[in-house]
C-alpha cells in the first residue's frame, strides 16, 4: 500500500479484510516518521510500544472474527492539546512537559473504543495560540510542500503528519481556524463541526482538569478524504460525561442529493477585499473551483456576505480573545489594560482590548453574533452551501521571531496584520456553522491552496455529503507534497 495516498478510509476496509494487519501498518507508520520526520517535525512524541502490543490485540481479534468498531486497528496520531491517558501532553507549554494524564479526552476515548490505537501526539504552538506552529519544548514544524514555510496552526503538526503521509487522520481543534488553515497550507481535508456537537473534555486550553467547554471552540478530523472525515465525525460526535443520560444528537441529513446538478451554490470570493485582499493565485484556484464547479451543472452566483467582513472580524476579535486573555500573566493582564485608553477602532487595537474584555463587552458582542447567525441562517433559504476564501494567500513563510502582534501578511506587496488574514475563518467560526476544507488546487508555483464549503447550523451529516459531491466535481482530490518524493 502507498501510505502517502491511501485514504484511512480504504485502511480501515483492508484490516478488516484482512489485507493488511494493524501491526504492520503501525510498524509502516512508525518508519515513515522516523525516516520523514526529522524534516518537519510534526510528531513530538511516540508511544510505539503500548500502540504495538494494541495492534497485535486488534489482530487476534480480526483473526477471531471480532471488532471493537469503524477504526478497529488503525493507528493514528492526535493533536498534541488532547489529554491521552499515559502519553504526555503537552500543548507547547513549557510547564506542561511532563505532563501524563492519568485518562483520555472524552473524544479520545471514543477514538480508542472504536478501536483507534493512538500511536503519537503532533506538535502545536503554544496553548494552540498561534496560526504557526513552534514552541520552546518540541520546536518549529515545518510544510511538507517547502519546509522553509509554515504548515499553519493551531493544528499545524496533524495537517503535516497527514500531508506527509505520517498519519493516516488526525484528530484537532478550531477556535479562529486551527483545523482549516493548516488544511489550506498544507493540501489535506478538515471539518470544523458545528460548536457543541463534539464534546471538548480533555482539551487543553482550559487547564488540566477544567471542566468547561470555550465559546467557539470546535473540533474535528484532519484527512485525506471527505469519507475519512465522515468516518472519524461519527465516531467522536455525542454528549460529555454530565450531558449523556437526556442529550441527542440528530444532525440534519437532508433529502438524499446524487449529484452537483442544481445545487445552490453561493459564492463570497470577491467581499470583504478592502479589509482583506487575496492574493492572484489563490483567486485564480477558488474561481478555476467555482467554474469547474459550474461547469458540472452547479447554480453557482456570486453572493453579498450576510454579515460584512470587517462586522464577522470584529465578533470574532471581542468573542474569542477574551477567552485566550485568561491564560495572560498578571503582567502582560495589566499591559493590554492599558489599550483601554488608546483610541482607535482598527482590529489590531480591538484585539488588544480584547484580551482584557469586561462581561458587558462579550455580552454585547455576542448579543451582535446572534444576529449575524440569523444572517446566516436566513442565507441558507437561498443556498445549499457558501463557499469562501480560508486564507488570503498560500503558506508563508516562516516568522517565528516577530511578536505575534507585530506579525503581517504580504498579500500581492499589500501588508495586512495577521489577525486581519485570518478574518474568513474567524467570521465565519464564531457564527458556530459547520465547514468542510477542501483542496482548491495548487498555484503556479506548487502550493496548495485550500476552500471552506459553509453549511448552516447543525447539518454537518448533509455538507458532508455535499462536499464530497462538489469536491468529486471541481477538486484536485488529496495530492501528496512532490517535495516528499525524495525520502521515499
Same mark, same amino acid.
Given at each position: 500500500?502507498?501510505?502517502?495516498?491511501t485514504?484511512?478510509?480504504?485502511?480501515?476496509?483492508?484490516?478488516?479484510?484482512?489485507?493488511?494487519?494493524?501491526?504492520?501498518?503501525?510498524?509502516?507508520?512508525?518508519?515513515?516518521?522516523?525516516?520523514?520526520?526529522?524534516?518537519?517535525?510534526?510528531?513530538c512524541?511516540?508511544?510505539?510500544?503500548?500502540?504495538q502490543a494494541?495492534?497485535?490485540?486488534a489482530?487476534?481479534?480480526?483473526?477471531?472474527?471480532?471488532?471493537?468498531?469503524?477504526?478497529?486497528?488503525?493507528?493514528?496520531?492526535?493533536?498534541?492539546v488532547?489529554?491521552?491517558?499515559?502519553?504526555?501532553?503537552?500543548?507547547?507549554v513549557p510547564?506542561?512537559?511532563?505532563?501524563?494524564?492519568?485518562?483520555?479526552?472524552?473524544?479520545?476515548?471514543?477514538l480508542?473504543?472504536?478501536g483507534a490505537?493512538?500511536?503519537?501526539?503532533?506538535?502545536?504552538?503554544?496553548?494552540a495560540g498561534?496560526?504557526?506552529?513552534?514552541n520552546?519544548?518540541?520546536?518549529?514544524?515545518n510544510?511538507?510542500?517547502?519546509?522553509?514555510?509554515t504548515?499553519?496552526?493551531s493544528s499545524?503538526?496533524a495537517?503535516a503528519?497527514?500531508?506527509?503521509?505520517?498519519?493516516?487522520i488526525?484528530?484537532?481543534?478550531?477556535?479562529g481556524?486551527?483545523?482549516?488553515?493548516p488544511?489550506?497550507?498544507?493540501?489535506?481535508?478538515?471539518?470544523?463541526?458545528?460548536? &457543541? @456537537?463534539?464534546? $471538548?473534555? /480533555?482539551?487543553?486550553?482550559? +487547564?488540566?482538569?477544567a471542566?468547561?467547554? #470555550?465559546d467557539?471552540?470546535? !473540533?474535528?478530523?484532519?484527512g485525506?478524504s471527505?469519507?475519512?472525515?465522515?468516518?472519524?465525525?461519527?465516531?467522536?460526535?455525542g454528549?460529555?460525561p454530565e450531558d449523556?443520560?437526556?442529550?441527542?444528537?440528530?444532525?440534519?441529513?437532508?433529502?438524499?442529493?446524487?449529484?452537483v446538478?442544481g445545487l445552490?451554490? &453561493? @459564492?463570497v470570493f $470577491?467581499? /470583504?477585499?478592502?479589509?482583506? +485582499?487575496?492574493?492572484?493565485?489563490?483567486? #485564480?484556484?477558488?474561481?478555476? !473551483?467555482?467554474?469547474r464547479?459550474?461547469?458540472?451543472?452547479?447554480?453557482v452566483e456570486a453572493?453579498?456576505?450576510?454579515v460584512?467582513l470587517?462586522?464577522?472580524?470584529q465578533?470574532?476579535?471581542?468573542?474569542?480573545l477574551?477567552?485566550i486573555g485568561?491564560?495572560?500573566?498578571?503582567?502582560?493582564?495589566?499591559?493590554?489594560?492599558e489599550f483601554?485608553a488608546?483610541?482607535?477602532?482598527?482590529p489590531?487595537?480591538v484585539?488588544?482590548?480584547?484580551?482584557?474584555?469586561?462581561y458587558?463587552?462579550w455580552?454585547?458582542?455576542?448579543?451582535?453574533?446572534?444576529?449575524?447567525?440569523?444572517?446566516?441562517?436566513a442565507m441558507?433559504?437561498?443556498?445549499?452551501?457558501?463557499?469562501?476564501?480560508?486564507?488570503?494567500?498560500?503558506?508563508?513563510?516562516h516568522?517565528?521571531?516577530?511578536p505575534?502582534?507585530?506579525?503581517?501578511?504580504n498579500v500581492?506587496?499589500?501588508?495586512?496584520?495577521?489577525?486581519?488574514?485570518?478574518?474568513?475563518?474567524g467570521s465565519i467560526?464564531s457564527?458556530?456553522?459547520?465547514?468542510?476544507?477542501v483542496?482548491?488546487?495548487?498555484?503556479?508555483?506548487?502550493?496548495?491552496?485550500g476552500v471552506?464549503?459553509?453549511?448552516?447550523?447543525?447539518?454537518?451529516?448533509?455538507?458532508l455529503r455535499?462536499?464530497?459531491?462538489?469536491?468529486?466535481?471541481?477538486?484536485?482530490?488529496?495530492?501528496?507534497?512532490?517535495?516528499?518524493?525524495?525520502?521515499?
Amino acid at each position: 500500500m502507498d501510505l502517502e495516498t491511501t485514504t484511512a478510509t480504504e485502511l480501515t476496509e483492508a484490516l478488516r479484510t484482512k489485507v493488511v494487519s494493524s501491526r504492520e501498518l503501525l510498524d509502516e507508520f512508525v518508519g515513515r516518521v522516523e525516516r520523514i520526520d526529522p524534516a518537519l517535525n510534526a510528531v513530538c512524541a511516540l508511544d510505539v510500544d503500548r500502540a504495538q502490543a494494541a495492534a497485535d490485540r486488534a489482530d487476534q481479534q480480526t483473526a477471531r472474527g471480532e471488532s471493537m468498531g469503524p477504526l478497529h486497528g488503525l493507528p493514528m496520531t492526535v493533536k498534541d492539546v488532547w489529554e491521552t491517558e499515559g502519553l504526555v501532553t503537552v500543548c507547547g507549554v513549557p510547564e506542561l512537559a511532563d505532563h501524563i494524564p492519568d485518562t483520555d479526552a472524552v473524544a479520545v476515548a471514543s477514538l480508542k473504543s472504536a478501536g483507534a490505537i493512538v500511536f503519537g501526539k503532533t506538535n502545536v504552538p503554544i496553548q494552540a495560540g498561534d496560526w504557526q506552529t513552534y514552541n520552546d519544548v518540541y520546536g518549529r514544524t515545518n510544510n511538507p510542500w517547502d519546509v522553509t514555510r509554515t504548515p499553519g496552526g493551531s493544528s499545524g503538526g496533524a495537517a503535516a503528519a497527514v500531508s506527509a503521509g505520517l498519519s493516516p487522520i488526525e484528530f484537532g481543534s478550531d477556535i479562529g481556524g486551527s483545523l482549516r488553515i493548516p488544511a489550506h497550507y498544507t493540501g489535506v481535508f478538515a471539518l470544523k463541526s458545528s460548536w &457543541g @456537537t463534539v464534546p $471538548g473534555r /480533555g482539551h487543553i486550553p482550559p +487547564p488540566p482538569g477544567a471542566l468547561t467547554d #470555550a465559546d467557539v471552540g470546535a !473540533f474535528g478530523p484532519i484527512g485525506r478524504s471527505i469519507g475519512d472525515l465522515r468516518l472519524l465525525f461519527d465516531v467522536v460526535a455525542g454528549p460529555g460525561p454530565e450531558d449523556a443520560a437526556g442529550w441527542r444528537l440528530d444532525l440534519d441529513a437532508g433529502d438524499p442529493v446524487e449529484s452537483v446538478a442544481g445545487l445552490r451554490v &453561493g @459564492t463570497v470570493f $470577491g467581499e /470583504g477585499r478592502d479589509l482583506c +485582499p487575496i492574493a492572484g493565485d489563490v483567486a #485564480a484556484s477558488l474561481d478555476g !473551483f467555482a467554474d469547474r464547479l459550474a461547469d458540472a451543472g452547479a447554480d453557482v452566483e456570486a453572493v453579498p456576505l450576510p454579515v460584512s467582513l470587517t462586522d464577522g472580524l470584529q465578533s470574532w476579535i471581542q468573542l474569542v480573545l477574551p477567552i485566550i486573555g485568561m491564560s495572560l500573566t498578571d503582567e502582560d493582564y495589566a499591559a493590554f489594560v492599558e489599550f483601554d485608553a488608546v483610541p482607535g477602532d482598527d482590529p489590531t487595537l480591538v484585539a488588544a482590548r480584547s484580551f482584557v474584555s469586561r462581561y458587558r463587552d462579550w455580552a454585547r458582542a455576542n448579543g451582535r453574533r446572534q444576529q449575524h447567525r440569523r444572517a446566516w441562517a436566513a442565507m441558507f433559504e437561498d443556498y445549499d452551501v457558501v463557499l469562501a476564501p480560508t486564507m488570503p494567500t498560500v503558506a508563508i513563510p516562516h516568522d517565528t521571531e516577530t511578536p505575534i502582534a507585530e506579525r503581517t501578511t504580504n498579500v500581492d506587496g499589500v501588508s495586512i496584520p495577521h489577525v486581519v488574514a485570518v478574518a474568513w475563518c474567524g467570521s465565519i467560526g464564531s457564527v458556530l456553522l459547520p465547514v468542510v476544507n477542501v483542496p482548491a488546487g495548487v498555484t503556479p508555483d506548487g502550493l496548495p491552496v485550500g476552500v471552506q464549503i459553509v453549511g448552516p447550523y447543525l447539518s454537518d451529516l448533509r455538507l458532508l455529503r455535499l462536499a464530497a459531491l462538489i469536491e468529486r466535481a471541481a477538486g484536485p482530490g488529496f495530492v501528496p507534497p512532490p517535495a516528499m518524493a525524495k525520502f521515499n
